[in-house]
C-alpha cells in the first residue's frame, strides 16, 4: 500500500488533494493557485508505468443498481496489469450471496464510498480495515478470488 503523498506544488507538506484536470497532489488551496497559473491537461491514460483499464461503479452502492446494470465508468490506473481482476473473478464476487447480503449494510456501503471518492484512499482503507465487517468483507472477497 502506498504511502502518505508529498504535495508536489511546495515540495514540503503531505498532498490531501488532486488537481482534477492533471492529477497532481497539492496540499492547500494557496498551492493549488500556484498550480494552477500554468495550464495543466489530464495525463495519458496509457503509458509505460500506468495501464487503464474501464472500471464499474454504482451510483449509489446497491446491489439493484448492480443487477440493473445502472452503473458509470471511470479511468482506473494500475501500475500492473496483474492488478486487474479477470472478469471471471469479478462474476464471482458479484455471485457470491454472501458478499452480496455484505454491501447491503448501509455502514459498509458509506465506508466503501468514502474510500472511492476520497483523495487519500489508501488512508481511507487503513482506517475502513480497522471495522470488523469491512475486515471480513474483504477475506470474503480474498477468498472469492483466491488471493
Known amino acids: 500500500m502506498m504511502?502518505?503523498?508529498?504535495?508536489?506544488?511546495?515540495?514540503?507538506?503531505?498532498?490531501?488533494?488532486?488537481?482534477?484536470?492533471?492529477?497532481?497532489?497539492?496540499?492547500?488551496?494557496?498551492?493549488?493557485?500556484k498550480h494552477k497559473e500554468t495550464p495543466c491537461t489530464k495525463p495519458e491514460p496509457i503509458t509505460e508505468e500506468k495501464i487503464e483499464t474501464p472500471c464499474t461503479k454504482p451510483e449509489p452502492?446497491?446491489?439493484e443498481n448492480v443487477d440493473s446494470g445502472s452503473i458509470i465508468r471511470k479511468p482506473c490506473y494500475v501500475d500492473e496489469a496483474s492488478e486487474v481482476l479477470q472478469k471471471s473473478k469479478l462474476q464471482s464476487i458479484a455471485s457470491s450471496?454472501?458478499?452480496?447480503?455484505?454491501?447491503?449494510?448501509?455502514?459498509?456501503q458509506k465506508l466503501i464510498q468514502n474510500i472511492d471518492s476520497?483523495?487519500?484512499?489508501?488512508?481511507?482503507?487503513?482506517?475502513?480495515?480497522?471495522?470488523?465487517?469491512?475486515?471480513?468483507?474483504?477475506?470474503k472477497i480474498l477468498s472469492t478470488i483466491g488471493s
Do not use: H, W
Open 61 to 63: 452502492l446497491t446491489v
Open 3 to 33: 504511502g502518505p503523498r508529498k504535495c508536489e506544488v511546495c515540495e514540503e507538506s503531505q498532498s490531501k488533494y488532486k488537481c482534477p484536470s492533471c492529477l497532481i497532489p497539492y496540499c492547500s488551496l494557496a498551492c493549488f493557485k
Open 97 to 108: 450471496s454472501e458478499i452480496r447480503d455484505s454491501i447491503k449494510d448501509e455502514k459498509l
Open 118 to 139: 476520497s483523495a487519500n484512499p489508501e488512508y481511507e482503507l487503513d482506517k475502513a480495515m480497522e471495522d470488523d465487517e469491512f475486515r471480513f468483507l474483504t477475506e
